[in-house]
């Protein structure tokens, strides 16, 4: 039983370039969350899919980040023009629903740094 | 707006003895509560959760406690254990998606 995987591990990038994150979920689960970390704070939810549908966005989702899920299986997320306040952990979870639809399992994350 | 606090960024405790870890919440829509633990280099794993129908959820060495009229949920571990050591995160969902994260709590188990 693989567990959530996320690729890269690491990205570093320069103030105005554009970077894309890969998450794979555990295979089963139909759904898939993007939540972003900061230094000293809990995750925050950025956003979620059911299957290759995203239902939810959160506003910290500016117009610059793009999320997809083609064929409800991998997924990912896209950052364009960054800017030195995106750098974070970015962590995507995936859950199958409804058995236990509050438990979302966590992949290792992948941390951002924008110079 | 932090709708899920941890108000102590550190515990420190004795191999043996209980850690407690608290976590207050203000908005009382959230029906649901969780605890993750959180290793270095490592995403967030689940630890144990609670239905706000109930008060308390035991799980081996780890018992969540919820108090609904006074927004606050408490994790105990008993007998601390030195891989015990983490960052803890209290979590709150009001639906079935979106999970409110705490700041976290870094544990010491000192042998």
């Known amino acids: 039983d693989t567990g959530v995987s996320q690729d890269p591990r690491h990205k570093i990038t320069k103030r105005g370039q554009n970077v894309t994150f890969r998450c794979d979920p555990i295979s089963e689960h139909n759904r898939l969350y993007w939540y972003r970390q900061t230094l000293g704070q809990g995750p925050e939810f950025l956003t979620y899919f059911q299957n290759e549908a995203q239902l939810e966005k959160s506003r910290l989702l500016s117009d610059r980040f793009s999320a997809e899920r083609p064929k409800g299986s991998f997924s990912t997320l896209e950052i364009q023009r960054t800017e030195q306040g995106d750098s974070a952990m970015y962590l995507c979870a995936s859950s199958l629903d409804p058995a236990a639809r509050y438990t979302q399992y966590f992949g290792p994350g992948t941390r951002l740094t924008v110079l | 707006d932090q709708q899920v606090k941890q108000n102590s960024p550190s515990l420190s405790v004795q191999e043996g003895r209980i850690s407690i870890l608290n976590c207050d919440y203000t908005?009382?829509?959230?029906?649901?509560f969780l605890w993750y633990k959180k290793y270095p280099a490592e995403g967030p794993t689940f630890l144990i959760s609670?239905?706000?129908?109930?008060d308390k959820n035991e799980d081996g060495r780890f018992t969540v406690f919820l108090n609904k009229s006074a927004k606050h949920l408490s994790l105990h571990i008993v007998p601390s254990q030195p891989g015990d050591s983490a960052v803890y995160f209290c979590a709150a969902s009001q639906d079935d998606y979106k999970l409110s994260f705490g700041a976290g709590t870094t544990v010491t188990v000192r042998a």
């Open positions: 908005n009382s829509m959230f029906d649901y």
């Open positions: 609670i239905s706000s129908i109930k």
